[in-house]
């Protein structure tokens, strides 16, 4: 990694000359810049496919945003005369990891529909992330309902308009479209919610001016089921990193979060000769003490921790050379990290290594929507980013936006919080991007032909498998 102060980049698919006029009269927003200085060097790199995608994107979101009352169109469902423009709305659900990975989803969906990414007024993600997209907000004006202000309404639900859809369709009556829908894409999605991975369906939606774009998953391993979306994806990611390239370049922490990310990095992470990153999900916001004998048996096992010297025999010496380890422990709990260096304390190491460990904060629990909370939990996400290993608790959502960042696939712990340590404690999984929950499998898709539909989601596409020791589908 170099350091800031030996190269600042303005990297390919990030720059714009305009976005700097754009920053001065809002905020510096270091880290659209920076934040490309620190993570690992990888063959990640953006296609130009996807570069032209994006400045086109940006010119489009101009073009609908500046000059039109969105709130007057909104109420009225319709968009600005003589124009394409079409909108999709993402409203947040649930914690800050979840909101990244489906705010990710919900831009890849408005490139690959034409489709201006619009973001609910009443989302706390604006404090926490910079406005992306050159001389113009992503910001809804006040007064445009939230998902779940909408949701309420049973016609807004788009399962009970695919079967209008299809009543009609049989009835052979015409289709009477509305302007505004809600697409509800959680993890606890209603099997009738999932016809949003149907082509008709999507044909359907495509008449819609306003979309409500509602999830917290990360939904994007389904595009590729449709045939339309399957083909942009692999011309715009022919190295498959869609979480990389889309969330790289659409998620820039505000400088708050990013100046306490510089901070702990130069304090305790830039002198290290190999970076760990252990991302510990405390689901009950208790410490299980079975979990601190797992994070050490994954981290030997695959040699990411040192391993330990007869201490009888060892004495620490300080010119002795070794590595210098630093280990980025987040979680709500501090004796996961308190652990880590107990052990390294009173023991010496077999390669006479060094380990420093980092615990940014210790929150006790997740507290939702509060300001500071969420930016020191966006800071470590970010910090765990960094970081050339990453062990990661399966199914969390905030380890998925980290690893997904950071191109790298995390080791994944076997049977976490299951009471005891499994053999083999952990293994590394087939994906560095985030995993789809919940996802469509061996379903129909009835406005497509009686017998379509999509397969075995696990192996009907080379792009798409299922997420190892995980629930769900990655892209691979
Ligand atoms: P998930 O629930 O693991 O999928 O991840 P989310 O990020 O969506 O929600 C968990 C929330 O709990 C986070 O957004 C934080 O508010 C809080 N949280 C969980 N783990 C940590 C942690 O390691 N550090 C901090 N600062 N907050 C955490």
Redesign the pocket.
């Known amino acids: 990694v170099l350091g800031l102060k030996d190269k600042i980049i303005l990297p390919a698919n990030q720059y714009h000359p305009a976005m700097a006029k754009e920053e001065n009269m809002q905020s510096k927003c270091r880290s659209r810049y920076e934040q490309h200085c620190f993570w690992q060097a990888s063959d990640y790199k953006p296609s130009p496919e996807f570069l032209d995608v994006l400045r086109e994107y940006e010119k489009y979101h101009r073009d609908c945003v500046q000059g039109h009352d969105l709130l007057d169109l909104n109420d009225r469902g319709s968009v600005p005369k003589n124009t394409s423009c079409k909108y999709v709305i993402w409203s947040d659900m649930?914690?800050?990891?979840?909101?990244?990975i489906s705010l990710v989803s919900a831009f890849l969906y408005g490139l690959m529909t034409g489709r201006v990414l619009l973001m609910t007024p009443k989302a706390q993600l604006q404090y926490m992330l910079c406005e992306p997209f050159p001389f113009s907000s992503w910001l809804a004006p006040e007064g445009i309902p939230h998902a779940s202000e909408r949701y309420e309404t049973p016609e807004e639900r788009h399962s009970v308009f695919y079967e209008q859809a299809l009543q009609n369709k049989s009835d052979g009556k015409p289709i009477v479209t509305p302007k505004h829908l809600v697409v509800m894409n959680s993890h606890w999605i209603q099997p009738d919610d999932l016809r949003f991975f149907c082509q008709g369906e999507q044909k359907l939606l495509d008449q819609i001016p306003w979309l409500y774009f509602w999830s917290?998953n990360y939904i994007a391993p389904g595009y590729y089921f449709l045939p339309n979306f399957r083909t942009k994806l692999n011309k715009w990611f022919p190295d498959r990193a869609l979480f990389l390239h889309a969330g790289r370049y659409l998620l820039s922490p505000r400088d708050e979060i990013w100046e306490r990310v510089l901070r702990f990095y130069y304090a305790y992470l830039d002198f290290a000769d190999r970076r760990v990153g252990i991302?510990?999900?405390?689901?009950d916001g208790n410490y299980d003490p079975v979990i601190s004998e797992h994070i050490m048996s994954c981290g030997w096992r695959w040699g990411l921790l040192p391993k330990l010297a007869d201490t009888k025999s060892e004495e620490f010496r300080d010119d002795s050379g070794g590595e210098r380890i630093s280990v980025v422990v987040?979680?709500?709990r501090r004796e996961y990290a308190e652990g880590i260096v107990e052990v390294f304390a009173n023991n010496g190491t077999v390669g006479h290594e060094t380990v420093t460990v980092l615990n940014?904060?210790?929150?006790g629990?997740?507290?939702?929507g509060q300001i500071d909370?969420?930016r020191?939990?966006?800071?470590?996400?970010w910090l765990l980013s960094f970081t050339e290993q990453i062990i990661s608790?399966p199914?969390?959502?905030?380890?998925?936006?980290a690893h997904g960042l950071a191109g790298r696939k995390p080791f994944v712990f076997n049977k976490f919080g299951g009471g005891e340590v499994p053999d083999p404690p952990c293994l590394e999984s087939n994906m560095p991007g985030p995993c789809f929950i919940n996802h469509p499998h061996n379903m129909l898709c009835p406005l497509d032909g009686p017998s379509d539909g999509i397969g075995d989601s696990f192996t009907v596409l080379p792009e798409v498998r299922h997420c190892l020791l995980q629930w769900g589908i990655g892209v691979v």
């Open positions: 649930d914690g800050n990891g979840n909101q990244l917290n991302q510990v999900r405390s689901w987040t979680s709500l940014p904060s210790s929150e629990y997740q507290m939702f909370h969420d020191k939990a966006i800071s470590e996400i608790t199914k969390s959502t905030f380890g998925y936006v």
